[in-house]
Structure formats: structure tokens, C-alpha cells
């Protein structure tokens, strides 16, 4: 099956739009390497196009996308952590001063999970597997009540990353010197608005607000 034609249209168009128009800082950042403001950990939906929706330039953010958006506990055994290893080297290779978990409206890992896998619906397979990060979840009931509960799987989702990434000891020790900055951003695909999680009150926010 060949690749498809919207696909090489596309690649042209890029070309001759954009690479030829800011050809400058894709030289500058071939010879000179990436420094990104913030790693972005992001749901690997579709719908969910990272660089739009906080309308960054090239080279500016270190994204990492999965099923789910999710981050998985620090662990030393086994061979293949391609999130934590990604964490790493954003961490220590990067030093980005920033790491953001954003999670998004109607994913479908999330809901997913809490129509099946939770329950054992169907066998798991790999996707099932990995969506087990979500057990034991700390859902809000006031977020059930205010977002309904899909959203506020999302937002216990968010949390749970957060909690995760502070299991990696240079993840700890970097947010603890103030060399790190964790967050977490929901994303609404309806609306395009961002909610922030709020360090201090634990709560998600507008982005106005917080």
C-alpha cells in the first residue's frame, strides 16, 4: 500500500510554505541542537495537536505522546520504559525547566479503562496492560459532580502522572532544587480551553484563574 497522497501533498506544502520561509531557524537548530522550553506529555489522539494548541515554533517543545497521557511509576528492573526513558533524557540530557502532563476532553484511553479494562471486560493486550496504570485512581467526587465522570477520570488521570513522575529520584531532586517545574494542563477539544492544576489548592483551574 503506497503512502498516501494527502501525505505527500502535505510534506510539499510544508516545504515550499514553511521550511522554505523560516529556513534559518531550521538550520540553527539542526547545527546547533534542541533546547525546548517544557516537555509536554500528551495523549497520542488524533484530535490532540500539541504545538497548535500553545502555538509553539519549532524546536520549542520536547513532546512525548502515549495512550492515555500517562506516566508510569519509577523502576529500575526490565529493559523497555520508553516513557521513562524519554523523561530522562528531557530531564537530564535537556534540563528542560518545565514538564507538563496535559490530558484532554473524551479520551479515549481514559474511557477505555473505565469501561472495560477496570472491569475485565475484554483480554488486555498490550493497551490493556498499560491502561492499568489507572487502577486505584483518586477520582474527586466534587469533579464528578461538576465535570461529570469522564472528565474527572482525566483529571485523576493528570494527577496520578504527576504523582508517578515524582517517583523518579532526579525528577524529585531536580522539582526540589527549583530547577523543574511539574504541571498539569486539561484540554478541552470542544472549547480549545486550558485547565490548570492548582499546586497549592490541588484543584483544576482556568487558565485565568490560576
Given at each position: 500500500m503506497p503512502l498516501p497522497?494527502?501525505?505527500?501533498?502535505?510534506?510539499?506544502?510544508f516545504r515550499?510554505?514553511?521550511?522554505?520561509?523560516?529556513r534559518g531557524r531550521y538550520l540553527q537548530l539542526a547545527e546547533l541542537g534542541q533546547a525546548p522550553a517544557a516537555m509536554i506529555i500528551a495523549c497520542c489522539d488524533a484530535r490532540v495537536?500539541?504545538?497548535?494548541?500553545?502555538?509553539s515554533e519549532p524546536g520549542a517543545l520536547f513532546i512525548l505522546r502515549n495512550v492515555a497521557n500517562l506516566v508510569p511509576?519509577?523502576?529500575?528492573?526490565?529493559?523497555?520504559?520508553?516513557t521513562s526513558a524519554a523523561i530522562e533524557f528531557a530531564a537530564m540530557n535537556l534540563k528542560v525547566p518545565n514538564i507538563i502532563v496535559l490530558g484532554h476532553s473524551h479520551c479515549g484511553g481514559v474511557n477505555a479503562y473505565r469501561?472495560?479494562?477496570?472491569d475485565h471486560v475484554h483480554e488486555r493486550g498490550f493497551i490493556g496492560s498499560w491502561l492499568t496504570?489507572?487502577?486505584?485512581l483518586d477520582v474527586e467526587e466534587s469533579e464528578i459532580f461538576t465535570y461529570g465522570d469522564e472528565m474527572a477520570f482525566e483529571l485523576a488521570a493528570i494527577r496520578s502522572s504527576l504523582t508517578n513522575m515524582r517517583s523518579f529520584p532526579f525528577i524529585k531532586e531536580r522539582e526540589g532544587e527549583g530547577l523543574l517545574g511539574l504541571h498539569g494542563l486539561h484540554f478541552d477539544l470542544a472549547s480549545g480551553e486550558l485547565l490548570a492544576l492548582d499546586q497549592e489548592s490541588g484543584r483544576f483551574l482556568a487558565l485565568s484563574e490560576t
Open positions: 497522497k494527502t501525505l505527500i501533498d502535505g510534506h510539499w506544502r515550499r510554505n514553511v521550511h522554505a520561509a523560516d495537536d500539541v504545538s497548535a494548541v500553545f502555538d511509576p519509577f523502576e529500575a528492573g526490565g529493559k523497555y520504559h520508553g469501561q472495560s479494562v477496570r496504570l489507572l487502577d486505584n
